[in-house]
């Protein structure tokens, strides 16, 4: 693919200064990064499509449809990138694992913020700095897979890889480029909804009214106090929000005030990984800064995307790709990560050691972070370099039942958590933050929580496509564990 194209598409720039910017078309060479050189690389889990003509029509259609975010806001997010990694806000970053066309639907989309607000409150709580949420959402719909292909009656498919790629149907397993417009069109339409969603009167209502969670259910006491002093102090806010909104009363702005730094960032930044790199390169934008007169590469599909633990190679083309952006970006760290070759990582992706400019999110199990986790911190303090540090705790720690199912125990996820805080800390390194698989929606995914969940119980509400999430009820538990902990 001529990248012309793509350049010509950005002539209507994105940093709202638009008349002033013009695009830049520079040739690439060898060392150079260009939206296109990772082609040049190594690609693993790469998506072969059989038609390349119909892919090719699919990208050029999507390239010059309008960015479904702004550059500005980029700039924004890496803002808050910047202050999470020098521990003055939390993150909180989740979602889906794989999101489905079929629940791009308010109900679904609502959850997910609402889930992630009320978190966010009942964190911040504990943590005492602003918690900055973003989603896995608006995109994250290509996955990568242990097993590229399945067996079913002695017959050979390719694996599902997310409904961008391919179907769950075991006659839709063909990539199919269609499905990639399909995602763009998908992507737009929650990112819509989300914005629809952000008014500071939307954000209350969703965190604080439907805030209903069982407390008197929880078993252990502290925490049931916890959750009854969340909802009291919540309710409070919401009563002075509302008697001010009516009289003007300036007697309650420190309550707002501090209902909006724990609401820390103006929106839910999106985010996806970053796997199917011909639909990231068709995102690419291109803007002169009429100030430095430096041409930034954005990638319009989200405010920050990652990198998966299996397509990090450091050699490979998703690094290559992700180099070249303006967005935050990110990288899983499994348990094989070698802390010489991710401070090789880091001076790839952050030459120019900018803090919060690459997120590292360790995955490494509950049973080993106390091995693998300090030689790595260790090593990047070494390095100079500043990253935001996330903790993962899900995906080190999946499992599957007797009977085949795939799930994760809520003990561990937590276990994770609350060794990688430890170790953060006896290090001097701010933890700043958590990736979470989750939902709003009262699914039965992982065992364990507030209101155990036995492994015979998963098959009720089992409704992921990819990886178990916790449930909204497991999902406020854990906020509230995290919270406690992080007040120390
Ligand atoms: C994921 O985040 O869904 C995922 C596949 O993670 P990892 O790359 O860490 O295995
Ligand atoms: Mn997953």
Redesign the pocket.
Known sequence: LGHMAFELSTKKALLGQQQSLKTQATAPTETDWHPTSWRSKPVTQDIVYPDQGALFKALSKISHLPSLVSAGEIERAREDYARGARGEAFFLHGGD?AEAFNECTEDHISAQLRILLQMSFIIFMGAKTPVVRVGRIAGQYA??RSKLAEVVDGKEYPSFRGDSVNGMDLTDRQPDPDRLVSAYFHSSTTINYLRSLSTEQQLLDAAIKELNFDADSIDSEILRVKAHQVHSRIEDALLLYASSARNGDKASSRTLDHLSRAMGSEMLWTSH?ALNLSLEEASVRSVLDPVTGATHHYDSSAHMIWT???TRQLEGGHIEFMRGLRNPIGC?I?PTMQPDELVALLNKLDPDYQDGRVTL?T?LGVDKVDRFLPPLIDAVQASGHRPLWLC?PC?GNGKTTPTGIKTRDFADIFGEIEKSISVHNAMHNPLGGLHL?LTGDNVTECTGGCIPLGEDQLGSAYKTL??PRLSAEQSLHLALLVSRRLEG
């Open positions: 694992c996955k990568p990984e998966g633990e299996r899983k499994g999110i995955r993962d995906h698989e990819c990886d």
